[in-house]
């Protein structure tokens, strides 16, 4: 099977009668931004996006999405751990699989693009190749992965772990706010724990991943740059944090002898923004609670979450070593206990060299010769899917650089000219094996 050299990226002329002009061209940036909004729909939340890991909204986002892979000439199907798959064959039994992949999880108020713009436009650079009746020398599978938030039950990156192999028995007893456990949500939602080795691709069968998402962050903007290549992902380390101390009456108690738990985690929250800064990590406490939460009750326990990331492991780690010292002293200072549980642990990855080199070709394709390298500071599914295969991914700028937030926004040229650069990216490819 062979790529002809001449296929060019782009859509598919429309077969849209001139009656209908608000219809959408096949496979383009427009129909896709309008299946985003379709998305936001498939939420837990009123007026708001939010759609956990084997929820009613994730079954739901799957039928859809499904209905979309088909319409693309993809084989749809729900794999093991709930992601949903896509698969077009390659042209013979024995041929390599190429991975397009993103997530279609949210966390809570999320915004429309995040993750599952990444996921639509693999769907659509199948659908135009299918539509242009290229036959590809490999298979390509699209997946769209089922949690790479890990906002249910706080371990990101679940789909992706099960497609890569790295699933771990200890996540069966992970419980969610309500104490549903995974294993029970896991058997709710119709899955059966015992077959989640099935979700696996043998490594020997792929052939790379391709990831496409938007850059969250404001570096492409302040380029003006609308398309990016990614090096490499941060490293992320994820902490539950907690102050024990002395619940009190807030009038009665003098200073001298209180025992404030809220006081020392304020304390050490200062220390993790001063520590970060200075070693060039990026710390983020983004939960604090304070018990027993009265208005007139020195606050007894403070509960707080603790992400660290960094460019190296090393560097990672160091500044948490620190954390742990200023935590130690400030405990000590105010009479306090500090503990600390470790939740989430993803070494820094970095790109295949000829996976990014077929980006920097898709890239080049729309127009930019020189593409902007960036170094993606947010987790991605294509961390663990980089202990399966080599990996790359394109950055598509978004405003402001804002997202896990509501007004997380795209502009339709640049996801064309993504989609045009993604589609490249796969043609180059597939010339390598032609």
């Known amino acids: ?6 296929v060019a990226p782009g859509v598919v002329a429309s077969a849209s009668s001139p009656d209908e002009p608000d219809d959408a061209v096949p496979f383009s940036a427009q129909e896709i931004l309008a299946r985003c909004d379709i998305l936001a729909t498939h939420s ?12 009613a909204e994730h079954a739901r986002t799957n039928w859809t999405v499904g209905e979309w892979m088909a319409e693309a000439g993809l084989e749809p199907w729900q794999d093991a751990a709930g992601n949903q798959r896509g698969t077009l064959a390659g042209p013979a039994d024995d041929s390599p699989v190429l ?23 693999a769907i659509a650079v199948v659908g135009r190749l299918e539509s242009k009746g290229v036959e590809l020398p490999f298979g390509v599978e699209v997946l769209g992965f089922a949690d790479e938030e890990g906002t249910r039950f706080g371990r990101t990156l679940l789909g992706s772990c099960a497609v890569a192999g790295t699933w771990q028995d200890s996540w069966w007893e992970l419980r969610d706010a309500q104490g549903i456990s995974l294993r029970t949500a896991f058997e709710a939602f119709g899955l059966d724990p015992a077959r989640i080795e099935e979700a696996a691709l043998p490594r020997e069968k792929v052939l790379g991943y391709l990831e496409a998402h938007i850059e969250q962050g404001p570096l492409l903007e302040d380029a003006d740059r609308a398309l990016g290549v990614v090096t490499g992902i941060m490293g992320a ?14 009038g009665g108690m003098p200073y001298g002898r209180r025992r404030d738990a809220l006081l020392g985690a304020s304390e050490l929250v200062t220390a993790i923004e001063s520590l970060s800064r200075d070693n060039g990590a990026i710390g983020t406490v983004g939960r604090m609670q304070a018990y027993p939460g009265a208005a007139n009750v020195i606050p007894g326990r403070a509960e707080f979450s603790l992400d660290l990331r960094a460019e190296t492991d090393e560097l990672r780690d160091r500044v948490w070593d620190l954390v742990q010292e200023h935590a130690d002293k400030i405990a000590a200072a105010r009479g306090l206990t500090f503990e ?19 980006i920097r070709a898709g890239i080049a394709a729309t127009g930019d010769p020189d593409p902007l ?7 991605h599914d294509a961390m663990a899917v980089a202990s399966l295969t080599d990996y790359a991914m394109l950055f598509i700028r978004c405003g402001g650089g804002i997202s896990h937030h509501k007004d997380e926004s795209v502009i339709e040229g640049d996801v064309a000219l993504a989609l045009d650069a993604f589609e490249a990216a796969v043609l180059d490819l597939a010339r390598d094996l032609a």
């Open 44 to 55: 837990s939340r009123v007026g708001a996006i939010e759609r956990s890991y084997l929820t």
């Open 99 to 121: 991975l397009l992949a993103s997530h279609l999880d949210t966390v809570p108020g999320a915004g429309r693009y995040d993750g599952i713009l990444g996921t639509l436009m």
């Open 1 to 6: 099977m062979t790529v002809p050299p001449y």
């Open 373 to 379: 390298e960036l170094l993606s500071k947010a987790g």
């Open 237 to 250: 380390r994820r902490f539950d944090l907690t102050m024990i101390g002395e619940a009190g009456h807030a």
């Open 340 to 358: 600390s549980v470790e939740r989430h642990d993803a070494r820094a990855t970095v790109v295949g060299d000829r996976l990014a080199q077929a």
